[in-house]
């Protein structure tokens, strides 16, 4: 059984930083992809970061690009997302995600909630301006 659990999460004041953490557990093989979710209230969930499942690259959405940055351990046992200069805007419950993907069907460009059937339980991340 593959379990995901985040943790990390907080209140922080805006320009501030924060690191999520993911562990991963279950996957039998390590041609999987990872990512992070975010969900703001009121919005939909929206993905902005995603180790790749073929050579482990590490890709952003604009939004967070340059400020976030995503890395794992060699195995993709534990994944942590490093969130610098906080926005409130970046206010939302983080959610890591992940889903066996030897063919590398999974990109950021195209990447939606429903690529990815394991799923942690959600951190809050909080930023007051």
């Known amino acids: 059984e593959v379990q995901l659990v985040e943790s990390g999460g907080g209140l922080v004041q805006a320009g501030g930083s924060l690191r999520l953490s993911c562990a991963v557990s279950?996957?039998?093989?390590?041609?999987?992809?990872i990512a992070w979710f975010r969900q703001a209230p009121g919005k939909e969930r929206e993905g902005i970061s995603l180790?790749?499942?073929?050579?482990?690259?590490?890709h952003y959405v604009d939004s967070v690009k340059g400020r976030f940055t995503m890395s794992s351990d060699g195995a993709k046992s534990t994944v942590y997302l490093q969130m610098n200069s906080l926005k409130p805007e970046d206010t939302a419950v983080y959610y890591c995600?992940?889903?066996?993907?030897?063919?590398?069907?999974?990109?950021?460009?195209?990447?939606?909630?429903?690529?990815?059937?394991?799923w942690g339980q959600g951190t809050q991340v909080t930023v007051s301006s």
């Open positions: 279950g996957f039998p093989y390590d041609d999987f992809a």
């Open positions: 180790i790749s499942s073929e050579d482990g690259s590490k």
């Open positions: 995600a992940a889903d066996w993907d030897p063919m590398e069907r999974i990109t950021i460009a195209t990447m939606t909630p429903a690529d990815f059937a394991s």
